[in-house]
């Protein structure tokens, strides 16, 4: 069915990140609103379910299909490219375009008529958008494009925290999330500090090079661990040490090889603390 214009769904799919999809579904679904609920009700909801498939894939498609599009000059530079990642050509853009629209554009009607939930929807919206394209392009703008890749995942953790029911904006977990998504963000920079200084693309890690970025993220994920201990007491534990022990061992690599292997366990270095977060969060709901 997506076979169009030379683009299948497998590639469709590969362009949308396997690896990364539960990043922004679990986010949303089992942090954002088992945070948000008062009870398990909000499981009955048709439109839990809903947007948990949006955030699964489409979400994915649209972050870095956009980025993909954008990045061309700097990726057909980086060896990942074409091997770890699809490389996308300038003649698949349009049709990449059209399934980015095709697969956001349906759910944008079923969101409820609700302050909260349309502002942070449209949150995620700039911010996954604006990260890669013109004009702001913050991924090109160092510091802000920590910022804006951090942003997209609080603001789907915000959408789903008021969709499942909740009242008081969650100051504590919007800190933690933008910490925790600042670090993860600048690590995923640091493999591509070569490829991204031959290209003459500016970014955290260019600025502040390896030791620097990998510095700031032992901070960033030290404030996250420190204020969550108390409501998230094994997860910030757990967490805390596994991320900075992460960090340890890419400063200790010597090689662009060597790096890069250690930059591969972070997509289940981050699943598996974001499943502790989130069976911590769904004990208390179920207790």
């Known amino acids: 069915m997506c076979d169009t214009e030379g683009m299948n769904c497998i590639t469709l799919l590969r362009i949308s990140r396997p690896r990364f999809w539960l990043y922004e579904a679990a986010t949303f679904a089992l942090i954002g609103a088992v945070a948000g609920a008062a009870d398990t009700a909000f499981l009955s909801d048709w439109r839990f379910w809903t947007f948990t498939l949006y955030f699964l894939i489409p979400a994915n498609l649209l972050i ?18 074409g091997l770890y ?3 996308v050509h300038p003649d698949m853009h349009s049709t990449l375009w059209k399934w980015i629209i095709f697969t956001t554009l349906p759910f944008l009607f079923f969101i409820p008529s609700s302050f909260p939930l349309i502002a942070s929807f449209a949150a995620f919206l700039f911010f996954a958008l604006m990260y890669s394209a013109k004009p702001i392009r913050a991924k090109a703008i160092p510091i802000l494009d920590s910022l804006f890749s951090a942003g997209h995942y609080v603001a789907t953790g915000v959408f789903g925290y008021y969709l499942a029911g909740g009242t008081v904006f969650p100051w504590i977990g919007v800190i933690a999330g933008m910490s925790w998504a600042i670090a993860m963000h600048a690590v995923s920079a640091v493999p591509d500090i070569e490829a991204d200084t ?28 420190v204020i969550t ?23 200790r690599a010597r090689t662009q090889a060597a790096l890069f292997r250690e930059y591969t366990y972070f997509p289940l270095l981050n699943t598996t603390v974001g499943a502790l977060v989130s069976i911590t969060l769904m004990l208390s709901l179920f207790s």
């Open 64 to 81: 870095y299909g956009v980025n993909d599009i954008y990045d061309y000059e700097t990726d057909r530079l980086n060896p990942k490219k």
């Open 85 to 87: 990642e699809v490389l």
């Open 198 to 225: 031959r290209a003459g693309l500016s970014t955290i890690a260019t600025l502040l090079g390896k030791r620097g970025t990998l510095s700031l993220c032992v901070i960033l994920y030290g404030v996250a661990a």
């Open 229 to 251: 201990r108390d409501i998230l007491p094994l997860a910030s534990m757990v967490g805390g040490f596994a991320f900075i022990y992460a960090m340890h061992r890419m400063f």
